[in-house]
């Protein structure tokens, strides 16, 4: 029989220490509730005594979250672990997570200690915690760098004082997934109460070992996985749980499996992008915009015929609609042929031939052939000069204490339309004054804005892609101006199918 591994979710906590990631509370709720809908077995979702805000934020969610347990980082300190079971005092399934270092190299610069001294600490901790709550979670930070031995006998300390799960952390990242795995299996044979609690993977991804560190874990024994949404968190971030999940469930031959409902991870993903404002890098596994793009010939023509033939996951199974069939010089005719189809043309092989010919000189000269590409070369007139739509005038208010509020008129067929509209700040304002002008259900699946160069007077480049009717489009534009770059590239990616 498959053995289950527990999914705990960190996001709303070791993610998003990472600078720039900071949620407020509401925002943290959306997050777990769409976390629990998941259905993560465990959400951990801050450190109560680090802010009022932390504070304020396991509160709201233990009252917002029904079957997932809520749990809350400590130190090993008594003031940490009263003030955690004091927020988690709604949650129908609390768990603190209480730990303290325990490489030497934490022992003597963190804590200017002894190991003796840091195992009386570490029960301490666990069984104070269990004055308050049932389920206590120990971690030995820096487990990754412990020395294996030792680690043994912090863990069976920590689980005859009562801890119910025992986290062992790569905090830094340091491990290979052998050795990661090795020292799991070690504290399985050698841990005498090991099959009192359960253990727990935690892998940061320095070195970029964080998944295989995970899954080593899990064939060596460890029964519960930290994970966040995307892979991120400190440094170069957390093991990703789509990643940790995908394996288990796309490799049968293991005997594990998870209660994560796979087809909301694309949702997930895309909703901490939004929220952290963090883009997914394109090639990151499973949930990165070309982690189902085919662009070479070969492989199109392959997954045009049996999807099976390059593709190892279904992208349906992860909430991603369709694979992308990516048009390149690198395109065979099945793949133009796919597109003409999905844009309701249907070609004699004659007139495909003409259209590959002239597709692949544009193609030589063009990195992204689009959609309007492909009528024009068919003979539809569709072309740039030919949009519908285009920013005629922008004008924004927004500072301290004002509403943002934007006045945007835009050419519509050659008509003079003008709208004014609040937001929370000037972007959304005129982004929602130009969907009151094209009146069409438009949602905002990626806004990405860089600088150039680093100067205040530097040109912003703005990304932004955005869904309408189940179909995806892309619009770009650059400004010194980051607001009108950003209302004009919204109106690219509108016009696209306006
Ligand atoms: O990486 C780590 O060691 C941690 C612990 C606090 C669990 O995040
Ligand atoms: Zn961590």
Not at 128 to 137: L, M, P, T
Request: charged share 25%; with cysteine; proline share 3%.
């Amino acid at each position: 029989m498959d053995q289950k591994i527990y999914v705990f979710d960190t996001t709303l906590r070791d993610g998003e220490q990472v600078p720039g990631c900071q949620l407020n509370t509401i925002e943290k709720i959306e997050l777990a509730r769409s976390l629990e809908a998941l259905k993560v077995d465990i959400i951990e979702c801050g450190f109560p005594v680090s802010s009022p805000g932390d504070f304020n934020s396991v509160v709201e969610i233990s009252k917002n979250v029904t079957n997932a347990t809520i749990c809350a980082l400590t130190r090993a300190v008594e003031r940490d672990i009263e003030v955690a079971a004091e927020a988690l005092h709604y949650a129908k399934r609390g768990r603190i997570h209480t730990g303290i270092g325990t490489s030497d190299s934490h022992i003597r610069y963190k804590f200017n200690s002894n190991r003796e001294e840091i195992i009386e600490r570490a029960v301490k901790a666990v069984k104070y915690a269990r004055r308050f709550v049932d389920d206590v979670e120990f971690y030995a930070e820096d487990a990754g760098r412990t020395d294996n031995e030792y680690l043994a006998r912090v863990v069976e300390a920590v689980i005859a004082a009562g801890a119910t799960v025992v986290n062992i952390p790569d905090t830094t990242g340091y491990c290979t997934p052998w050795e990661y795995g090795e020292k799991i299996k070690y504290l399985i044979n050698n841990v005498p109460n090991a099959d009192k609690a359960i253990l727990s993977t935690h892998c940061h991804n320095d070195l970029g070992m964080a998944t295989a560190n995970t899954i080593s874990g899990v064939m060596n024994g460890a029964r519960q996985v930290e994970v966040t949404i995307n892979g991120i968190g400190e440094r170069a971030g957390n093991t990703s749980l789509e990643e940790v999940v995908m394996t288990l469930k796309c490799r049968k031959d293991l005997p594990f499996y998870t209660d994560v409902d796979a087809k909301q991870i694309y949702k997930n993903s895309r909703l901490v992008s939004t929220l952290m404002r963090m883009p997914v890098q394109p090639n990151k596994a499973i949930v990165g915009r070309n982690a189902f793009a085919h662009s070479s010939g070969i492989h199109q023509d392959g997954v045009l015929k049996n999807r099976e033939s390059y593709e190892i996951i279904d992208p349906m199974d992860v909430g991603v609609n369709d694979s992308v069939i990516a048009l390149t010089a690198r395109s065979g005719r099945a793949a133009l042929n796919h597109h003409y189809e999905r844009l309701g043309i249907h070609l004699t092989p004659e007139e495909l031939d003409g259209a590959y010919e002239k597709f692949l000189s544009l193609a030589d000269t063009k990195k992204d052939v689009n959609d309007s590409d492909l009528l024009i070369i068919v003979g539809v007139n569709r072309n740039e000069a030919a949009r519908k739509i285009r920013l005629k005038f922008l004008q924004v208010i927004s500072g301290k204490g004002s509403v943002p509020m934007a006045t945007v008129k835009l050419n519509i067929d050659g008509e003079i339309c003008t709208a004014t509209s609040s937001g929370n700040g000037p972007i959304d304002a005129a982004f929602q004054a130009v969907k009151q002008l094209v009146n069409r259900k438009i949602v905002v699946e990626e806004f990405l804005v860089q600088a150039i160069t680093r100067g205040s007077d530097d040109v912003g480049k703005v990304h932004v892609q955005v869904e309408n009717r189940g179909n995806l489009y892309y619009g770009f534009s650059a400004n010194t101006d980051i607001i009108t770059a950003s209302v004009e590239a919204f109106v690219d990616a509108i016009s696209k199918f306006i």
